[in-house]
């Protein structure tokens, strides 16, 4: 099967801002290359081969120091690819997975010695087949023990029905892209402030102000988007973390420069503290500690 989405930008701009010492890209992915981590008969999408030594050379351009990589849904429930870059790495990555109930405590465990310090569930409909939700609970709980976090992937409209399993989850929350909001609305609509009330309950709720690429209607330099994540990094600048979502899968309508998305930064995070916080401090705490 071709792959059926834009190929990652070839050549990306040196970014004008230049990151904290330290600055994790805490939201990115590794795909194949496919003749060594097949991608999972299942996927709903088929990428190119965008591997770990494509993502760390973009890292080391962009003047990060660590990856947080995640894995995606072309790959399924195989974490292979995901571990073998966290591996080649050493303590410059860290993994989350992508589980199902059938996973043994022996691969969790031996995840867990490759860096993976989460899962993933994932809840957009067009991306994954539905999973009962008693099937992530016995998930979290297990993990739990290991003192991961779940990182959850949903769309704005579908949050409501998803707020009281979040709030009954038993570690930290990671939520994906703000929740999605749809940012044509304003940041002042129902719909983004019952996701910024869902934080302000919950204190082991964080969220990663990420894919303005995904979220924008004007498109870059993604305007529209700015006082989404300048509102969430404003108020809740302990549990706020940042990546590139490099390579950018499943993008149709245009692929942005990721040296572009590195000076969308302190748009978002419009002092030192908080850039500090945003990029280094809290991916981390919650990654490294």
């Known amino acids: 099967m071709d792959a059926d989405w834009i190929v990652f930008h070839p050549n990306p701009k040196k970014p004008s801002f230049i990151l904290p010492k330290g600055a994790v890209d805490a939201h990115c992915h590794v795909f194949g290359p496919a003749d060594q981590f097949p991608?999972?008969?299942?996927?709903?999408?088929?990428?190119?081969?965008?591997g770990k030594d494509t993502l760390y050379q973009l890292r080391d351009f962009l003047g990060f120091e660590r990856n947080v990589i995640v894995q995606a849904t072309c790959h399924g429930k195989d974490n292979r690819a995901m571990?073998?870059?966290?591996?080649?790495a050493g303590d410059l990555a860290r993994g989350i997975a992508s589980v199902g109930a059938e996973v043994t405590d022996a691969e969790l465990a031996?995840?867990?010695?490759?860096?993976v310090r989460g899962v993933r569930f994932n809840f957009v409909?067009?991306?994954?087949d539905a999973t009962p939700k008693e099937v992530f609970i016995g998930i979290a709980e297990r993990i739990a023990k290991l003192g991961w976090h779940?990182?959850?992937?949903?769309?704005?409209?579908?949050?409501?029905?998803?707020?009281?399993?979040?709030?009954?989850?038993?570690?930290?929350?990671?939520?994906?892209?703000?929740?999605?909001?749809?940012?044509?609305?304003?940041?002042?609509?129902?719909?983004?402030?019952?996701?910024?009330?869902?934080?302000?309950?919950?204190?082991n709720i964080w969220t990663k102000v990420t894919c303005p690429e995904?979220?924008?209607?004007?498109?870059?330099?993604?305007?529209?988007?700015?006082?989404?994540?300048?509102?969430?990094?404003?108020?809740?600048?302990?549990r706020v973390i940042w990546g590139t979502d490099w390579p950018h899968p499943n993008m149709k309508s245009h692929m942005p420069d990721d040296g572009a998305?590195?000076?969308?930064?302190?748009?978002?995070?419009?002092?030192?503290e908080l850039q500090q916080k945003l990029l280094v401090d809290n991916p981390m705490r919650l990654y490294w500690a």
């Open 39 to 50: 991608f999972a008969p299942e996927r709903k999408y088929t990428p190119c081969d965008a």
């Open 83 to 88: 571990v073998d870059a966290c591996r080649s």
């Open 110 to 115: 031996d995840m867990h010695d490759a860096g």
């Open 125 to 128: 409909k067009r991306l994954v």
């Open 150 to 203: 779940i990182v959850v992937y949903f769309e704005a409209a579908d949050l409501e029905e998803l707020v009281p399993f979040l709030e009954n989850l038993p570690t930290i929350i990671v939520v994906d892209h703000m929740g999605r909001p749809d940012v044509t609305k304003g940041v002042d609509h129902p719909d983004f402030q019952r996701f910024a009330d869902l934080m302000a309950r919950n204190d």
């Open 214 to 238: 995904r979220l924008t209607v004007a498109g870059p330099p993604y305007d529209d988007v700015v006082p989404y994540a300048m509102h969430i990094v404003d108020r809740f600048p302990d």
């Open 261 to 272: 998305l590195v000076d969308y930064i302190p748009r978002i995070a419009r002092t030192p």
